[in-house]
């Protein structure tokens, strides 16, 4: 079975940076798409970035676009999220999924089959 395992959140100050890691199992995932979304309390899961795990396209939401950056270690199945000058807005649990039968590099979290159980991100100012 596919398993996500996110870690690598913590509470950090504006400015800093961090380095969230999704380690995936259960399947070959160089034909998936994966993605990074994140959800703050009171607000509806946004998404963040995601990449084909061949890593030939990236995308990012407007809000984190130039901040940060998704990519993949293919040796150790896993997939990251480097997070720099994190912002108080930034709090929130983050999200790994991964997109199973992809159409492009998609937005809506529905699209995606599988998921991990999230890490806490939180961003004091």
């Known amino acids: 079975q596919v398993q996500l395992v996110e870690s690598g959140g913590g509470l950090v100050q504006a400015g800093d940076s961090l380095r969230l890691s999704c380690v995936a199992s259960?399947?070959?995932?160089?034909?998936?798409?994966m993605g990074w979304f994140r959800q703050a309390p009171g607000k509806e899961r946004e998404f963040v970035a995601a990449?084909?795990?061949?890593?030939?396209?990236?995308r990012y939401a407007d809000s984190v676009k130039g901040r940060f950056t998704i990519f993949t270690d293919n040796a150790k199945n896993t997939v990251y999220l480097q997070m720099n000058s994190l912002k108080p807005e930034d709090t929130a649990v983050y999200y790994c999924?991964?997109?199973?039968?992809?159409?492009?590099?998609?937005?809506?979290?529905?699209?995606?089959?599988?998921w991990g159980q999230g890490t806490q991100v939180t961003v004091s100012s």
């Open positions: 999924a991964a997109d199973r039968a992809p159409a492009g590099l998609r937005v809506i979290g529905g699209y995606y089959d599988y």
């Open positions: 990449m084909r795990w061949s890593g030939a396209s990236t």
């Open positions: 259960g399947r070959t995932f160089s034909s998936y798409v």
